[in-house]
């Protein structure tokens, strides 16, 4: 299998696993509520009492859906195989572009997402900010859950834009031969792999 | 000027603008403090009180000395131009993996500690966590501009870790004309840019 087919191979695994596990945490802390009485006072946890929640929300959402779109353009290109090929630069640049973004956007969101949780499970006491997870047991939980998949989506996005920067800036290989520092490899490199 | 010296041109500057803006974000957060007297009670306000700032500054820190341990490997290497270039893929994946990890942590490490201070300045009322920027003015200032040397910071190492896949995926072009995909770019992309 040549190294052109295996990057192929993984960037597909690799969409499917950035849609499946973003859909999944923006699901999984989406959905998640808990109602509680106190002294007949009704309160409800949902996700949008903390921001960050509602930032992880929206941005695995629209990195699921923009893996989905990704996804039929793969298909798309294994379908029109023999189609012309004169816009490979402008699409493996804003499919590198688009990809690095996600990568970025979703480790940000998830990591706002798990400041904010600690704090809420262990609060903050030099800021007299209280943790909420002793009352909410069963929505912490959930949303605990929703942040391991959101977790594992990053990763799978970070992996993803490494293979989409891959797919694009080998298209500059070629002149690597003309200076001394990257001869060493570009002879052999593309087919040794 | 070729492609290669222009980003070796870029990737110099890059990794110069990380470590000053780096520090100087570190620097800015680290060493702010503020001290009020609540009725004779003395209180002092200083990163330490919040996980998330210490992370940045820890973050920031490792980032700034990494960049200045880069730049020596720069200066050697233009130094010791002529020597053996065996390990030139090795150096590059290491280099490439560094540079995302940094990238990423400085992203991480930069939304964490906006969603902190986001609170810290507004209050998260739906969770009973008050504001506390209105007593501690000076010093939300001074991590307000901290902040903002640290999404500088973030935003050079993203640029940076582009810079850094492009020295080592252009190692395995060369192969690109085989398939019809790539034939496009990889005859004249090496040339025009």
Do not use: I
């Amino acid at each position: 299998m040549g190294l052109e087919r295996k990057a192929k191979v993984a960037e597909v695994a690799l969409r499917c696993a950035v849609c499946a596990l973003a859909a999944l945490a923006a699901a999984l802390v989406g959905t998640g509520s808990q109602t509680r009485t106190f002294f007949s006072l009704e309160k409800k946890a949902r996700f949008t009492d903390m921001k960050a929640l509602v930032l992880l929300v929206a941005a695995h959402g629209a990195a699921a859906v923009y893996s989905l779109l990704q996804l039929a353009r793969c298909a798309a290109a294994a379908a029109w195989k023999g189609g012309s090929n004169g816009g490979a630069a402008v699409v493996a640049w804003s499919v590198f572009s688009c990809d690095q973004a996600v990568a970025y956007a979703l480790m940000a969101a998830t990591a706002a997402a798990l400041q904010s949780s600690v704090v809420g499970k262990r609060g903050q006491p030099e800021l007299q900010w209280m943790p909420v997870c002793g009352l909410y047991g069963a929505f912490c939980r959930r949303v605990g859950e929703g942040l391991a998949a959101a977790v594992a989506a990053g990763l799978a996005a970070v992996l993803l834009a490494a293979v989409s920067a891959f797919n694009l800036f080998r298209l500059y290989g070629g002149g690597g031969g003309r200076k001394s520092s990257a001869g060493a490899v570009s002879g052999n490199g593309a087919n040794t792999w």
